[in-house]
């Protein structure tokens, strides 16, 4: 059974970078499509990125395009998201969750096999 494990959150100033981390456990990730998502304090869980199986296809939210990258790599069973330009509004505990098609889908109920979640934090 696929298990997902976030890291690579923390606190960071506004204007700074953090590249969170998706690994598994169980199954290889290269079967399936990754999304992360957040959520903040009071708010609905919302889809930030997802990534095809190959990676060569990905969507994001109009609030990260142009800040946020989500990449791959199969061989060491890691979904990335790379997060630059960060924002307060970014605040958030950010999961990664798995979908077996891909449609460009941020929707969460489009995606199974919920990591625990890492927080990130922007202040200054």
């Known amino acids: 059974q696929l298990q997902l494990v976030e890291s690579g959150g923390g606190l960071v100033q506004p204007v700074g970078s953090l590249r969170l981390s998706c690994t598994a456990s169980?199954?290889?990730?290269?079967?399936?499509?990754i999304g992360w998502f957040r959520q903040s304090p009071g708010k609905e869980r919302e889809g930030v990125s997802c990534?095809?199986?190959?990676?060569?296809?990905?969507n994001s939210a109009d609030s990260v395009k142009g800040r946020f990258t989500i990449s791959r790599d199969n061989a060491k069973n890691t979904v990335y998201l790379q997060m630059n330009s960060l924002k307060p509004e970014d605040t958030a505990v950010y999961y990664c969750?798995?979908?077996?098609?891909?449609?460009?889908?941020?929707?969460?109920?489009?995606?199974?096999?919920w990591g625990q979640g890492t927080q990130v934090t922007v202040s200054a």
């Open positions: 169980g199954s290889s990730l290269r079967f399936y499509v």
């Open positions: 990534i095809n199986k190959l990676g060569s296809r990905t």
């Open positions: 969750a798995a979908a077996e098609f891909y449609s460009g889908s941020l929707h969460e109920a489009d995606f199974g096999s």
